[in-house]
């Protein structure tokens, strides 16, 4: 079984500061975990992956994320925030099978970061 | 390379018709996912086709269904709309592994 808890339903920050959003798993064999990002009426980017490569995970529009395994989480950061970062932000878990399946992808409740000017 | 493409955009209906939702996946993809989003819940889980079978469901109601064609686009049918089907509707296509998600369709239950 697999879960996804996103401990923020909200975060707000100052333009120019650092941006952390929370994510914790938990997952019966080796994960896949992803970040998401939605603006509004919008589909869903990817904004980085982990797959069992580099613990430290580099993404698009300077997001990264770290894998740490012994605390079952995947954070997401952003040394300094800007306005076009306000948008919903999703924490996916995937877990692959040893026979090669996958179960269906687990999504967080979402954590919406609001920028301030 | 193209992306997702879903159609309509947005859709308006009453309750008790039916919606047809479209999704087109990127080439090469065999799986297609559905996932609603209503006001507040986050993104739901309803249905997985991989290969033109359907691999699993979300908990939702029989009146929601769906098919996989076999040039691997996605039709997704609800019954009988209730006003509560009001949502987003996204689809995703995924090789293994990841997920690539359409622009979504809107549907609107007056």
């Known amino acids: 079984a697999q879960s996804v808890t996103q401990l923020d339903s909200h975060v707000s920050v100052s333009e120019g500061t650092p941006v952390l959003l929370r994510c914790n798993y938990s997952s019966s064999y080796s994960p896949s975990l992803f970040w998401y990002v939605q603006h509004p009426n919008k589909g869903l980017q990817l904004l980085l992956k982990y797959t069992s490569a580099a613990t430290l995970v580099k993404g698009i529009n300077g997001f990264e994320a770290e894998f740490k395994k012994s605390e079952t989480s995947f954070h997401l950061t952003k040394p300094s925030a800007h306005m076009s970062d306000a948008a919903e932000y999703f924490c996916?878990?995937?877990?692959?099978?040893?026979?090669?399946?996958?179960?269906?992808?687990?999504f967080g409740r979402g954590t919406s970061l609001i920028v301030h000017p | 390379e193209a992306g997702v493409t879903q159609s309509p955009t947005h859709l308006i209906k009453t309750r008790g018709q039916q919606a047809t939702l479209r999704c087109s996946p990127i080439s090469g993809h065999t799986s297609v996912y559905w996932y609603q989003q209503a006001l507040g819940l986050g993104l739901q889980f309803l249905l997985w086709?991989?290969?033109?079978?359907?691999?699993n469901r979300g908990n939702f109601p029989p009146r929601f269904s769906g098919r996989q064609f076999p040039n691997y686009s996605s039709e997704l049918n609800v019954n009988a709309l209730e006003l509560e089907d009001s949502a987003l509707y996204l689809c995703?296509?995924?090789?293994?592994?990841?997920?690539?998600f359409g622009e979504g369709s809107r549907l609107t239950v007056l």
């Open positions: 086709y991989d290969e033109g079978e359907e691999r």
């Open positions: 996916v878990v995937i877990t692959l099978h040893a026979s090669g399946g996958s179960y269906i992808p687990t």
């Open positions: 995703a296509s995924s090789p293994v592994g990841e997920l690539f």
